[in-house]
């Protein structure tokens, strides 16, 4: 783990508020799902559009939380985190490969009704993923800070 400059409180503070913007981000990739199957004017590019602002907002998410020295410093702080941190960075990749996936699996031509339960599906359980990491997330920081954030729910 590269060594980093404190971290900076306010950094930390709006990096954790996207975890929130994140799940509405989610929101509105699963209503888009559900409103897919059933009418012929959401379309496979829709679905595409919907995952790639995902994808952007997440590779923005995970680099500003590289950058951010805060998990660094939550080791810091309590050094028994550092396996925890270390699982946490690594995963990083891993989600954004994941979501490439499921862009790649998008059928170009025409969505039939189980092309929108197989994305449905498999965005499920990439959501399930990405929620985990970031509760894992919030709760490493709020060890290491050793305050009560309001993170976990
Ligand atoms: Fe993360
Ligand atoms: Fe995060």
Known sequence: MKATDRSDPVILGHVLGEHRELHAAIAAVRCLLEKGEGSPDVSGDDLVSALNTLRHHLADHFAKEEA?????????????????????????????????????SVPTTSMPPEAWRSCGEGFGRFAGHLVTHERNENSVVQEGYNEDLGLVD
């Open 68 to 104: 951010g020295g805060f998990l660094e410093e939550s080791v810091a702080r309590v050094p028994r985190l550092s396996k925890a941190v270390a699982g946490i960075l690594a995963e990083h990749p891993r989600l954004l490969a994941e979501i490439d996936a499921l862009i790649e």
